[in-house]
């Protein structure tokens, strides 16, 4: 409790989370641009304050004094609302989203599950943004966003149900205290690699960027937005950045505990979290800058022929486990073993013989 | 306006075929390139090239100048290997008129030569890389090598992009002091510079799902869509003119000439990344072999050069394939007709027959994998 | 030097015969009852057919065995003067010998057989050239202008065509510089100019959008019968035939309407008063750089000018006589306009000079000294003027 | 999975390593020797001449047409015939004005940079290298640090006249002569100077005796004065663009017009060209020059104190 009165407190967290909120992207975005600076061997920014670091803040006092482009032929209202449609879900899901034991706007009981239902409702975004900017492009990619965050949202859940049950609540305080000196990655990696590539795919990195392909789509869905509504997109992008990283380092790394013991005082739990986050907030800019990205096809087909039926062997191991009170190290063992196959298959997969593989024309029609 | 409605379609909605307008200005055109994809879905059903946007009239140009001036013209059409095509155009007067180059220019222009190979295939694998979607890694250690190279270049020459330094019966300027090591100093950096592509691309599993298997190519179908170059060598067949019809020097060096199986898009991409490092050692192998002293132009060439009556289809290897210059002179101070044979234009027209029937995405990284160079398509 | 390479008629030097051995020893062989001519360039072989036997030359060369020519290198037009030539370079993977292969069209014929059913390189190679030569090429599939979609209607590469003027910046600078100095009032923006190329593209528009027009009839027209993509394309096809030939039919008359200039002459005036009109859009340009507009008033500016300009010259072979006079006036001008210009140079690079002298006797600071020779430079003018 | 993994090493190995940017204003690469940039035309500081004969080859051979010759004018300062030195001595206060080298000048030498393709043939055919004219071309385009201040707002203010043409080479004189001694250095001068410095970044040419080094205030006040310049000037309700010529009299009476030959170095400004203070100015322009001045206030950041 911050305050006495319950609404005073709710007001000082929820104001907390507003300031916070839209200042989280400009050090992500700084960060991301100096990391993948260096991945290429570059300085990355450098010019606007010492080392860059001002540059995110010139670039935002840029886009927000932006003319506020709308093509002529869009659809007002479904063009003008998409950005707040993505951007709302995103923050509403931070409400349940406790980052240490003691600072959390409200803890719910169902907070793993509100925070799932409530992110994947921007998809409604994208699909409003590709529709109404009357732009080939935009419709492409917003069909492939759609199609993509519907197809991972069910990785995603499995992944998150299998610690559900091993942890036995859905209340996210409740599942790191669960997870105490061990965290869940030990016991179920095969959960954590289809969370984590799910969560990919959730947040359009490289290489699940299909929907904003610069390369293809030219942007996708945001290509006809510009200045602030634009940025509000961007601002959505880092902060479902930020809350699968904090979702993940929270049910897999056990959030703000460490090896050491459970207890730790409210300055090392902020520290363990920010480490815990930032891990995975870097391994999403690493992998930006080292993977290509994958076809819509191979995108599908790696979610329901690869992710699907492993997270449901995750799901059916752990019910053993429970039905048959099976020590944790036989399912480590049982998760580790199937998530050594599922390398090993997208080894042996990329590496077959070459066949064609699309549904190739009988011939090139006559030209025309 | 239609009274009567198209009878209903009971299991499918009906679809119409998307037309989407790539280019002129597409981050994936790889210049001033369009393309119009008809696309079912995701899936092209009809692709038709337009190009054109650069085209300069740089063959009407070069006939209204003296042998010369035409020497810039050159660099201008494929600016990625500016020495190729320079030496091309060398190759084509110098048999016209009979002139003999000196050997120690013939090391040089090698040298040059390969190292211009290497960094327009850098320059491939980086734009490849950003096609199929990497955010700009393998484009920026392309161009960190290719800054090597040119910084080399510009030693030489004084010019990053359009040297305008062979001359007809040898090179401008002899090559500066300490140039063979610093040439072993770039090799070596390049070298560092491809395995980091090759560590970032070849094996990766995405890039493999993306680039095994699509758009085979057999040889049949290259030899008769015109491919040339490493188009071509994916596919299979061991044609290089460097083997094939020496020109210059290129039958003193050993070499290898890389060949695909399938005539795919990776194949393509392998193919170019091992010319890299067989270019790298014909370099070495020309620096061991160049004589230090020695005149670097043929002697009695005059300043305004004449040629006699002739004809003459001279072609090089070039990065992008078979360059070719048919030269007409009629015994003025100017070539008669001059006419260029680009490889890209070629590769390119083929495009149609590649695209169709791939997915969108794929029609993109086809584009790439031709590593077309609009101004030398257009000219 | 484009005079001295560019002879009409001027010979040819003499064919040297080709060494015995070579791949037209074969073509001879397998063609023994077609007369082939062959020679020796600096590079390949060649030989010179006609076109009538080119279709079968080719076919042999691709599919008989011992020629096996599977490989077209390139395929170009030139202009000879005398006719247009069509040159192949051909190239066998299996025995690794190259041919070029020659063949020629009148000017008034500019018709070849098309090679492209034989080698699909051929295809684009035959659009570059019939844009930049005109020559036709029978049976090509698709012959539509390739480096510019809507065509230029002359043919660029052809030696009859002129290389453009390119634009004067030097001239315009100078020309400026002169008239400041000599405070002479520039002259009223009255340039004749005639519309003629605009027609002519406004013509070639006018045939667009009917083509337009009639494809989407056409279209509309397949959509409402229900025909699926392949038939409409089809049946839109049909359409734009019709509507081309429709225009093909009319164009005759309207060349034997228009009958009297000879097309070299209608391209030549065409080329000289679409110079004349460059002409005045640079004036105008340069005038309202020099009143200091913006870009798009500038723009405005000169489109005005232009519009007064077509208006102006709407009847062109009925100019009046006040209009007749400037332009008389103004045509002797520039030569002696030079000369004065020269001579006004001149003196005042010595009065330059002399002040520049004078400043740095004195000792004085560049600055001052820059200074100094403007004022006297000044004095200069004012005495001039 | 190894694939991914091993681009993901990959990746971080680069990560590891130096990064190879170069901090371009601050730090600037030595330009080699050979580096071509902007034709020049050379000055011949001892006899306050160009080095130039006007022979027009460079003008021949040009394929873009870039370069323009007008003359050759007789050289004044070139001995006549049966020249007796000391007799011209005596009449000249002991001292002979015919020494150059140089029997003819050229009149104008325009180059129009924008159209340059940096060939350069017109070095390679300039003649002056010989040893009665002193062994130095006329035509270089060896000074490439000169090249990067090249960005104008006009075309045409590209067109450089001969004191144009010669700016560089006689503010740079040191460096210059360095680069152009009979024997050229290793590595190119690199000419850091403050006079091009301060060219590049307020984007005004001066006079030679006003290029000076630009203080770090100075230069932050560049900055955000390009920055914000059309803010401020909306702010300060000023119009952004001039209003066209009610009529057709201020088109023939040259306000703001061409700057004469003498001020064209200047006139390479665009603050300058546009703010009207070239002598002779009609009536007219009056308004355009109060304008303009506080354009150029903007533009032109740190005035003559």
Redesign the interface.
Known sequence: MIADNPWVDALVRLGVLAIAMPLIPLVLVYLERK?????????GP?RVGPHGTLQTVADTIKLLTKEDLRPRSADRWTFELAPFVVVVPTLVAFVALPFTGGFFIRNLALGLFFIVAVSGLSIVGFLMAGWGSDN??AL?GGARAAAQLISYEIPLVLAVLAVAMIGGSLNLEELVNQQGRVPFIIWQPLAFLIFTTAGLAEVYR??F??PV????V?GGPFIEYSGIRWSMFQLAEYATTLLIAVLASLIFLGGWNWPLGNEAGAWLQIIWIVLKTSFFVLFFF?????????????LMAFCWQVLLPFAFLQVIINGLVLVYGWPDLLLGVFSGLATIA???L??RS??QA????????QT????? | MATELPPPVEHELETIDLNINVGPQHPATHGVFRMILTVDGELVVDADPVIGYMHRGGEKLSENCDYRQAIGYQDRTDYLAQFNTEWTYMLAVEKVGGIEVPERAEYIRVILGELNRISSHFMFAGAFGTDIGLFGTPFMYSFRERERIQDLFEEVTGERMMYNYFRPGGVAWDIPDGFKDKVRDVLKEAQQGIDDLDGLMTENEVFLARCRGLNPVSPEEAINWGFSGPMLRATGVKHDLRRAEPYSIYDRFDFDIPVGTSGDVYDRYLVRLEEMRQSARIVEQALEQIPDEGPIMAPGIKRVLRLPHGEVYARTETPRGEYGIYLISRGGEGPYRLKIRSPCFCNLSALRNMAVGNYMADAIIILGSIDIVLCEVDR | MAEQQAHPGQQQATLVAPPPGTVVDIFKEVLSDIELTPYQTAGDVAIVVQREDLPRVMKTAKEHPRLALDYLRCLSGVDTYKELEVVYHLYSFRHKHSVQVKASCSYDEPHMPTVSHLWQTANWHERETKELFGIIFDGHPDLRPLLTEEGLGYYILRKSHPLAEIEEWQEDYLKLAAELEAKTKPAAAAAPAAPSEAEDRAAKVALAQKKAAAIKKARDEARAKGLSTEEEKAFVQQALRAVEEEEAKRAPVAASAAAAPTPTEDRAAKVALAQKKAAAIKKARDEARAKGLSMEEEKAFVQQALKALEAEAGPPPAPSAQAQAPAAAAAPAPPMDRAAKIALAQKKATVIKKARDEARARGMSSEEERRFVAEALKKFAAEQG | MLGILKSLATAMSAFVRKPVTVQYPDQMRKLPSRNRGLPLLVWDHEHDEPVCIGCRQCDDICPVECITVIGPVENANYPPKDHDEQACKATNNGVCPHISPRRTLPERFLIDEDRCMRCGLCEVVCPTDQERYGNQKAVVLGTGHISIQSSVYDRRENVLDLEGLTYHSRVLKLELNAVMGTKPPEEGLLVNSPQAAGVRLSGVIRSPTEARPLSTGTRLKARLLKLYAPLWLRLRGLPRKKKPPANGEALSGGAAGWPSLSESVRGKTKAIARSGRVPKISDGGEKAQAEGEEEAELVETDKAQ
Not at chain 1, 35 to 43: D, E, F, T, Y
Not at chain 1, 213 to 216: G, P
Request: no cysteine.
């Open positions: 990391v993948i600076g260096r991945i290429q061997m570059r300085l450098m080939k492009y492409l490289n290489p960027d299909i392909a610069e390369s293809e030219v690493w992998a930006r800058a080292s993977l290509p990205r994958l076809r819509v096809d191979q599922a390398a090993y997208t080894y990329a590496r070459v066949e064609p593989y699309s549904p190739r024309y090139v029609r006559s030209i025309s």
